[in-house]
């Protein structure tokens, strides 16, 4: 059942359910919040309420060996224009695949998967998910509405970054910036009829109480329908550091590089449990 705002009731979805530093605990791959969990749960993929989720403690991430110990950024390499002569990732990306699922994370984060959707997006997700982990989709570019039910059927949800759209730090032009609203807009409006978790996301717009930005990103995901908006901190706070192979002067690697999570730093949720 598809959630509306007013009286609705928000079906249950995809968490990750795993063992940090000694601990049981349940990752939302929407909201990039971990919780602590006292009752036994089935590890993996498991389907919950958020309303139930929400009743148990948040984790620190720190705590359980940083944001690396509970999942990791990756940013795949996909072929942009498939054809019988290129080279089948599909045997790279399931290496890579299993070997972080192999690695105990609970979540992948997709990032920088570009032109979407890509066939590879398929393979990559399902090879995740058949071994276990969570997979979510930051992207700065909003699918477009026909693309919504492949997504949906493809990741466990969708983190849209609305920085470029929103600020000014991409000296985009007032044509642009209105253009890339308006697929923000129709794009989320898409994924979330078409049952995808959507949330809006920031790295630079500062959380609640915030300011007029901050109120204004809030109204707009509500407006849209989105779950709600991921206010998130920028890496260098000390969560994880992780050396760019490709600084050292080394090429990217055939499946892709690997980057630490974003750690939240708070979440406005506008969808509820009923």
Partial sequence: MRSSRGASVTPPRVYGVGVCAGRLVVHDPLTGITHYRDQLITVGRTMLRASEV????????????????????????????????????????????????????????????????????????????????????????????RHAEALADCVDALRICVDSAVTGRHHLGPDEREQRLRSLVSGTRATVAAGLPTQLYTRVIPPPPGNEATRWLVELADAVGAHGVTFARPHGDGTLAMPSLTAWGADTPACGTLKPLDVPLDTVCLSSDG
């Fill in 54 to 145: 929400a009743t148990h403690p948040v984790a620190d991430p720190t705590t359980l060996g940083g944001s690396g110990a509970l999942g990791v950024r990756w940013s795949p390499v996909v072929q942009r224009d498939p054809s019988p002569t290129c080279v089948p990732a599909d045997s790279v990306h399931r290496r890579a695949a299993r070997a972080l699922a192999c690695a105990g994370l609970l979540t992948v984060d997709l990032h920088e998967v570009d032109p979407l959707p890509t066939p590879d997006l398929t393979d990559i997700a399902g090879h995740l998910t058949d071994d276990g982990c969570t997979v979510s989709l930051t992207t700065e570019h909003c699918p477009a509405e």
